[in-house]
C-alpha cells in the first residue's frame, strides 16, 4: 500500500482549488437567458396559488420558489456559492456523506488527518479519476440521469451538462498533464489513484451515484434546498416535506418519522421555533 508522506506542494494547490472547480455552476448566457424564461413560466403558475390558505412547511415552500425564482430572473449573474466558512456545520457533513456517493474510492478522513493507507498525491488522483469517470461523454450515466428527469427541466440540463463537461474535462485534462511532470514516484501514486476511480466509476450506467446509499437521494435533498431549510420548524416538517420531494415509497410511513429523526441527530441538526435549524454541541 501506498505510504502516506508529507504534502507535496503541487498536490496542496491543487486540491485549494478543487472546491471552487467543483461549485463552480456557470452556464452560457444563452443558457440564463433560457433559465430565466423558464422561471418566468413557472413563476406565473405560483403566483396564482393563495398562500393564505396554506399553512406549515406548504406555505414556507411556495413563498421560497416563488423568492428563489424572481432572485434569479432578477440577478445579473449566477447567485455566487457561499463561503465554506459560514455554511452551518450540518450542512457541511451532508455535502461531505453526499460527495461520498459519486467519489466511492476517496477516503475523505484522509484529507483532513494523515493517513497510514493512502499519500494525498493517490487522494488527488482519486478525484480527479472520479471527475473525469463523472464528465467523460462516452459515460451513459449521465444521460440516464437527465433522462429521468422531467420533460421541461430536460433540455435545459442537457444543454448545461455539455457546457460544463467541456470545462471539467479540460481542468482534468491540465492536472493529469501537471501530475505527469512530477517524480515518478508521484506520478505513479496520482495514476494509481485516477485508475481505482475511473474502473470503479462515479455514476452507474443506470444514471445513479456509484456508492449511493439508502440515504443519499435524502442528502441530496438536503444539499440542494439548503436555503429552504431554516425555514423548517421541527422534524415532523422536514419528514413531510421530504415525502412530498421524494415520495412515500423512500420515505414510508411506519419507520419514516424515526429514520429522518435519526439522521437529524446523525448530521447535527434540530430546530426549535421560529423554524430555524440549530446546530447541536
Avoid at 507535496?8 to 485549494?16: A, G, M, N, P, R
Avoid at 450542512?91 to 478522513?109: G, N
Avoid at 493529469?176 to 485508475?195: E, L, R
Wanted: aromatic content about 10%.
Amino acid at each position: 500500500m501506498e505510504q502516506a508522506t508529507q504534502k507535496s506542494k503541487w498536490v496542496t494547490d491543487i486540491l485549494e482549488d478543487w472546491d471552487k472547480v467543483l461549485s463552480d455552476s456557470t452556464v452560457s448566457k444563452q443558457l440564463e437567458k433560457e433559465l430565466r424564461r423558464s422561471f418566468r413560466a413557472k413563476l406565473k403558475t405560483l403566483n396564482k396559488i393563495n398562500v393564505d390558505n396554506l399553512s406549515g412547511w406548504q406555505r414556507e415552500w411556495i413563498k421560497w420558489n416563488i423568492e428563489s425564482m424572481q432572485a434569479i430572473i432578477n440577478s445579473a449573474s449566477d447567485k455566487a456559492e457561499p463561503e465554506e466558512e459560514t455554511k452551518p456545520p450540518w450542512l457541511k457533513t451532508v455535502e461531505i456523506e453526499f460527495a461520498k456517493t459519486e467519489t466511492p474510492t476517496v477516503t475523505f478522513r484522509a484529507l483532513k488527518h494523515k493517513s497510514p493507507i493512502f499519500s494525498d498525491v493517490v487522494i488527488l488522483g482519486q478525484l480527479v479519476g472520479h471527475e473525469y469517470a463523472a464528465w467523460h461523454q462516452d459515460n451513459p450515466g449521465m444521460a440516464a440521469a437527465i433522462e429521468r428527469l422531467l420533460p421541461e427541466y430536460r433540455i435545459i440540463i442537457e444543454a448545461t451538462v455539455a457546457y460544463q463537461r467541456q470545462k471539467r474535462i479540460k481542468y482534468v485534462r491540465k492536472i493529469m498533464a501537471i501530475a505527469g511532470q512530477q517524480s515518478f514516484k508521484d506520478a505513479c501514486s496520482f495514476f494509481k489513484g485516477f485508475s481505482m476511480a475511473v474502473q470503479k466509476g462515479s455514476i452507474t450506467e443506470t444514471g445513479q451515484p456509484a456508492g449511493e446509499t439508502s440515504t443519499t437521494k435524502i442528502y441530496g435533498m438536503l444539499v440542494m434546498h439548503q436555503n429552504f431549510i431554516p425555514r423548517l420548524q421541527s422534524v415532523n416538517e422536514l419528514y413531510e416535506w421530504l415525502q412530498y420531494m421524494l415520495g412515500k415509497s423512500l420515505i414510508d410511513e411506519i419507520k419514516g418519522f424515526k429514520r429522518i429523526e435519526k439522521i437529524c441527530e446523525r448530521i447535527g441538526l434540530r430546530f426549535r421555533p421560529p423554524g430555524r435549524p440549530e446546530i447541536r454541541q
